[in-house]
């Protein structure tokens, strides 16, 4: 638990992590991702409950912890006027074991920049460069926090495949972000967090799953003249109805079937169906489904 | 070990080394500025032939035949270090309110000198002219003075502003490099990121300590081989005794460095502090002019700031060849500023 205050930031957060995963802490910005993780890497206190990190305790073996572990955090800027190689050259310094500043930023891709100072640099190419400081010590346990926030799409999914290669050598990975994208590609199992608290946790597709169905059907319709919420619950294949600015959302478990039925029942009542979107069902509907919120709320 | 390149103490010192020399702005006010303005102040008072001072010549109003004038004016022109002009009685009036002319001579019977006695120069000029009109008239000198003039160093400004300056430097390259690198790391998230790395929090203080230690000894050999080199300032004490004292200044100003910037967070936060910190000691601690000029009431506060102790003891060091005992005073006064703001710093230092 952790409190700032009156806010308590993380209570009752239950976790376990297991060697060779990549886990993922997802949740909206605010949840108690951040904290969580900079409790995990000793920054941050708890001011209750019980930390073990690959067996060891904060307060007691914090040299050996900072040694096996490794660390992106969210929003570092390194220092502007130190080049690239500079930059992991220093970190490296730290560490009694570890690979070489030059294998580092071949492992991440930005050899070709290591004589470039680091305010030159790309937000790509920096998310990088937090990452080749992370793994120059080969770490036994990376805490990755939103390693693709504020890029750019291209940039994201460079990222992301870097990280996929980390996973292929074996490497435990903890990963927080707010993209339900990013959690579904790369975590083995996802926690997703809110207000503090982990309210559901499995692999990405358990978590699916748990929806009882696997796609989302979204419409919309003219004069807001939408059918009531039992009506649309017995179209077949409906397992969730919500209603949310006008357009409405049916988790189904088969497309075929359900939207059929929907279009013949929108016509009977004479409704005119101004838009119609279908799609796979992700992890950010299983959040929607268990706050009633999207990822994204503020 | 060949991984580690040399360490984190080397790595962390190149680093603030790095950041420095990197920074042109940095250089140009730890190098090129307390040399552009010893060239200015220095060049500025360093004038050593005396200016002749104006005296202006008036008719008395009086005055019916006239015809003193000219023979006053001759004789004062006669003398050495006056130089004359000569005016009705009210231009001359109003150039010596504007401190134009140091004197007003009213030709006549008696001669009249009319001057504000406050000022130095004014009673200088009443002093040559009145021994030049005593001549001119027949005074006989009654003993034989011979004058043997010397331009010794160590007493002209420019002796005086040089210590002065490499204070200065000392105090503001301490409280700028230690608190602006800190505020900017930590403002930056790096602090917080060295923290979740083994770096020893003992070793990154020590590095800022080091990196400052490499760039004293640049700036304060720059500045005082300008001194030497272009205005002749002696350096009559040891290097040992030098070193001591430059030593000391920079630790009390790395330490108060370090406690402006052990809780800000933002870079407007520090700036404000330093200032808070520097100002009153460019004002009071005798950088440009002797801090006795302050009266007797605030001298135990002038006495107590730490770049009072440099100041001083540099100027004992470089002028009058001071030894370390003779320094003690100083050397005490700036060490236990460093005691006291390290101590503090490290008790509310705010890393996260």
């Known amino acids: ?298 | 070990m060949s991984d580690r390149a040399g360490g984190p103490l080397l790595q962390l010192t190149l680093w603030r080394l790095r950041e420095l020399w990197r920074e042109p702005e940095a250089i140009f006010w730890v190098f090129a500025f307390p040399i552009l303005l010893a060239l200015a102040l220095g060049i500025a008072f360093n004038r050593r032939a005396p200016q002749a001072l104006t005296v202006a010549v008036t008719e008395s109003a009086g005055a019916r035949e006239g015809g003193r004038a000219g023979e006053t004016t001759t004789a004062l022109e006669a003398a050495p270090g006056l130089r004359v002009v000569a005016l009705d009685s009210a231009e001359a009036a109003t150039r010596l309110r504007i401190g134009r002319v140091a004197l007003v001579i009213v030709s006549g019977d008696p001669v009249v000198f009319r001057y504000d006695s406050t000022r130095e120069e004014s009673r200088l000029a009443r002093l040559l002219a009145n021994q030049a009109l005593q001549t001119a008239g027949g005074r006989r000198e009654v003993r034989e003075v011979r004058d043997v003039t010397v331009t010794e160093p160590g007493s002209r400004y420019i002796d005086f502003l040089i210590p002065g300056l490499l204070g200065l430097n000392i105090m503001s390259t301490g409280l700028w490099g230690i608190g602006f690198g800190l505020v900017r790391t930590r403002n930056r998230g790096l602090l917080k990121r060295l923290l979740a790395s083994p770096m020893r929090r003992s070793h990154f203080l020590l590095a800022q300590a080091a990196a400052r230690l490499v760039f004293l000894v640049a700036e304060v050999g720059v500045v005082l081989a300008f001194g030497m080199l272009a205005f002749g300032v002696p350096f009559r004490g040891s290097a040992m005794a030098l070193s001591a004292v430059v030593l000391a200044g920079a630790l009390a100003f790395s330490g108060l460095g370090l406690l402006c910037a052990s809780r800000v967070k933002t870079i407007e936060g520090v700036s404000g502090l330093i200032n808070v910190v520097m100002v009153p000691m460019w004002v009071f601690s005798g950088v440009f002019f002797s801090w006795s000029h302050f009266p007797d009431a605030i001298q135990p506060f002038v006495q107590a700031l730490p770049l009072t102790a440099l100041n001083d003891g540099l100027r004992a060091v470089l002028l009058e060849g001071a030894g370390l005992p003779a320094l003690a005073a100083h050397l005490g006064n700036m060490l236990v500023w460093a005691a006291v703001s390290f101590g503090v710093s490290l008790k509310i230092f705010r890393w996260v």
């Open chain 1, 1 to 298: 638990m952790k409190r700032y205050g009156d806010v308590v930031a993380v209570n009752g957060l239950d976790l376990d992590v297991l060697p060779g995963e990549c886990f993922g802490l997802l949740g909206p910005n605010g949840a108690g991702k951040t904290t969580t993780v900079e409790i995990l890497q000793g920054i941050l206190t708890a001011d209750a409950g019980a930390v073990e990190v690959l067996g060891l305790r904060w307060g007691k073996d914090d040299d050996e912890l900072r040694q096996r572990l490794g660390t992106q955090l969210q929003e570092t800027l390194f220092a502007e006027k130190l080049t690239v190689f500079e930059t992991v050259t220093l970190f490296r310094s730290f560490y009694h074991r570890g690979m070489t500043p030059a294998g580092a930023l071949a492992l991440v891709g930005i050899t070709e920049k290591h004589r470039a100072w680091v305010k030159n640099l790309s937000g790509g190419q920096r998310q990088r460069l937090a990452l080749a400081v992370a793994l120059v010590s080969e770490p036994e346990l990376l805490f990755l926090d939103e390693p693709t926030a504020g890029l750019d799409p291209q940039a994201r999914r460079q990222l992301w495949d870097i990280i996929r290669a980390l996973k292929a050598q074996g490497r435990t990975v903890v990963l927080t972000t707010h993209y339900m994208d990013e959690a579904e590609r790369l975590c083995d199992r996802v926690a997703v967090v809110d207000q503090g608290r982990v309210i559901a946790l499995g692999t990405p597709r358990e978590l699916i799953a748990s929806l009882g169905a696997e796609h989302v059907v979204e419409f919309g319709v003219a004069d807001g003249a939408a059918p009531a919420a039992d009506a649309l619950a017995r179209v077949p294949g409906v397992r969730e109805v919500r209603y949310e600015n006008g357009t409405i959302r049916l988790t189904v478990a088969q497309i075929h079937e359900t939207v059929p039925a929907l279009i013949g029942l929108l016509r009977e009542r004479g409704v005119e169906l101004t838009e119609l979107v279908t799609h796979h069902a992700t992890l950010e509907d299983v959040f929607l489904h268990l706050t009633g919120r999207t990822l994204r709320d503020e």
